[in-house]
């Protein structure tokens, strides 16, 4: 048995400090034996914070809806009728159902919050095409560039979640689907302007974004260079 | 089939509101065998004795306006032990209030005090170890608390023995000064500090009684005294009361044989303001304010204000979220900040003659509070008393002054914990 020469307690053998008051234990006649029994294991349950979630929708319920719902009051009180506080309250109604499934929901939230999300900015632009004098832009220009966003959007996320990229390849490969993204959309606006396609300014940003991944591409398999980077932009 | 549902009996219903992400009004209890615990026969035990208490098998669901316990079938898994015990309790899910754990040699149930207090649950360890040991081949006979596993549970068993005993002649006032709370260093949020200290059981009692007191009463006096000399070290201005929550065991007054809680409090404790007080002082005072406070009718007079507040019709129909809120501030204002600490005695443990050579030893944790830094329990069994301090402070300075103070009056103590150092 061994004692602890400051505090004059006796100590389990396991103990390789006295636990009062952290002074370790010299015994020469009885050195610590690391393989005693232990009076409780070393290793440490996980213990998570649990995360409140219905207390968060909640609370991104009121957060949105509460600005909504003063700009409509605050607008029908001065020009007796909801003008532009509708505009208003869609934009709150599209961004609370973009965050709602990501509070909500445990699995996939990013894939679902895309997806409802898209559902919703879509009723949203329609409603506001009923709203405003200038008709006839949604179906043929609104639909298809959310509709494509959110495809190139979703294949990124995906991207990221299911195949194993590095850092450098992952943002190659979101540099060279948001090139592509920026041609299919102008290709759609050109098809609504005047039923032909000429690429122009979606190629100022195509090259400098392909380029851009180009490098990056580069830079992930030279080594040398990779760790100069490392060491340059560490943080 | 109609699954059976409960009240929370009187004491019970706090805890589910003080309850938060990292920390459940929690305890264990433990026993320490004299062979390595095997995890599947640990498991068959479990399913046998599960059945018998059925304040175990549930589990806790929110009403309209308030919590109730549901019967839930099935039977937890036993899980291995680990360095950070007592974590809290999540309630979703149909989880079960409790948890069985083993490690080397020692079975431990972990609770949330929503199902049971110290004295049923020790019921549950004493039978759960007994179908134990009966699975390896050892004759126990169903004496001494261990419980007969074919009898069919009674309904007494289940009940509220608050509401059963209590007989509403009095409102006895709740307000008492806030209790001094000592600063220091937090561990993390998922960490705890766990010191026990094994005392030799004949030398204590020789001491207690050289100060006239029982053992709850001399080592409480000495942890008023080391509250008191840690107020002193901090160099407060104006020094708090140091008092000290003692659970009272209510089945010493009623023939309640309820699993169920039935507890009450008392908070012995003195007031440096009043000067400097010596051990034979505060002895004194804690003897009397025990002797004066710990009867059948004082008692009754606590228990009836805790259900007068319960049974009031106004709180009675506020929903469930506004009530949470009301007994939180309650709380704050009557719980936890009246007291500095708590030190629950569960007494000495008996078992059957039978049984006696497999077990060598028994412990009983509480979990620290959910503001005070530190909690004291005890446990005795044969020839020892096991006092573990649990505590969410880095320093150990309180533990220190405790354990030497009993070497320095020639009482031996034995130590170990759960801190893991660096390089051992």
């Not at chain 2, 062979?35 to 549930?58: C, Y």
């Not at chain 2, 134990?132 to 608390?145: D, F, K, Q």
């Not at chain 2, 007079?301 to 809120?325: C, G, H, Q, V, Y």
């Not at chain 2, 009246?338 to 009983?364: A, H, Q, W």
Request: some cysteine.
């Amino acid at each position: 048995m061994s004692y602890c020469v400051n505090c004059g307690v006796e100590l389990r053998e396991s103990e390789s400090h006295c636990p009062l008051c952290d002074t370790k234990v010299v015994n020469p006649r009885k050195p610590y034996n690391e393989n005693a029994e232990r009076a409780y294991p070393r290793r440490y349950d996980v213990v998570l914070p649990a995360e409140n979630r219905m207390m968060t929708a909640l609370l991104a319920t009121i957060l949105t809806f509460l600005p909504a719902l003063t700009c409509v009051i605050v607008d029908y009180v001065i020009s007796e009728k909801a003008t532009w506080s509708l505009y208003v309250a869609i934009a709150m109604g599209v961004l609370w159902s973009f965050v709602l499934p990501l509070v909500v929901v445990t699995k996939h939230r990013a894939v679902i919050s895309l997806l409802i999300g898209t559902v919703s900015l879509s009723l949203g632009l329609f409603l506001i095409e009923k709203l405003v004098p200038v008709k006839g832009w949604f179906m043929p220009l609104a639909l298809p560039i959310v509709v494509c966003a959110a495809f190139f959007i979703l294949i990124i996320i995906l991207a990221a979640k299911y195949v194993v990229f590095g850092v450098l390849k992952m943002m190659a490969f979101f540099f060279s689907f948001t090139a592509l993204m920026v041609v299919v959309i102008e290709i759609v606006t050109d098809m609504y302007i005047d039923n032909s396609v000429q690429l122009q300014w979606s190629l100022a940003a195509f090259v400098p974004l392909v380029l851009v991944s180009l490098v990056l591409l580069i830079i992930e398999r030279k080594k040398r260079v990779k760790d100069e980077m490392r060491k340059k932009f560490h943080i | 089939m109609e699954k059976k549902w409960y009240r929370l009996d009187n004491a019970a219903k706090i805890f589910p509101v003080t309850k938060n992400s990292m920390w459940s009004n929690n305890f264990r209890v433990s026993v320490t065998l004299n062979e390595k615990i095997d995890p599947e026969r640990l498991q068959k035990a479990l399913e046998m004795t599960l059945p018998r208490f059925p304040n175990f098998s549930l589990t806790m669901k929110k009403g309209l306006f308030w919590y109730y316990l549901e019967h839930r079938e099935g039977c937890p898994q036993v899980s291995e032990d680990a360095a950070n015990p007592l974590r809290r309790f999540r309630t979703n899910k149909n989880r079960f209030l409790f948890r069985v754990r083993y490690y080397e040699r020692r079975i431990a149930v972990e609770m949330f005090h929503v199902i049971a207090d110290g004295n049923s649950s020790m019921l549950f360890l004493k039978t759960l170890a007994a179908n134990y040991l009966r699975l390896g081949g050892v004759e126990i006979p169903n004496t001494h608390g261990v419980l007969d596993i074919n009898e069919k549970p009674s309904d007494e068993e289940m009940e509220d023995s608050y509401q059963k005993y209590a007989s509403f002649r009095v409102n006895k006032p709740r307000k008492e000064r806030k209790a001094y709370h000592p600063k220091g260093v937090e561990l993390k949020y998922n960490e705890i500090k766990i010191i026990t200290g094994q005392i030799n059981l004949r030398k204590l009692s020789e001491k207690s009684k050289e100060y006239k007191a029982t053992i709850t009463e001399f080592l409480c006096a000495l942890l008023i005294k080391c509250f008191l000399d840690r107020q002193e070290r901090e160099g407060a201005r104006k020094k708090k009361p140091v008092k000290i929550c003692i659970p009272v065991n209510l089945r010493s007054f009623y023939p309640s044989k309820s699993f169920r809680n039935f507890v009450l409090y008392t908070n012995p404790g003195v007031d440096p303001a009043y000067g400097n007080y010596t051990f034979e002082e505060i002895i004194t005072q804690v003897h009397h304010f025990m002797g004066l406070n710990i009867n059948e009718k004082n008692m009754n007079a606590m228990m009836s204000t805790n259900i007068s507040s319960e049974r009031n019709p106004f709180l009675k129909l506020l929903p469930l979220f506004i009530k949470n809120f009301g007994m939180l501030v309650a709380y704050r204002m009557y719980g936890e900040s009246l007291t500095t600490c708590t030190f629950s005695n569960i007494g000495k443990m008996t078992l059957p003659d039978e049984m006696m050579p497999y077990v060598e030893r028994f412990d009983f944790i509480l979990n620290r509070q959910r503001n005070n830094a530190h909690a004291v329990s005890a446990v005795g069994f044969k020839d020892r008393l096991n006092i573990t301090f649990t505590s969410k402070l880095v320093d150990s300075d309180l533990e220190r002054d405790f354990f030497t103070s009993l070497v320095k009056m020639g009482i031996p103590v034995k130590i170990e914990s759960n801190k893991n150092y660096e390089g051992e």
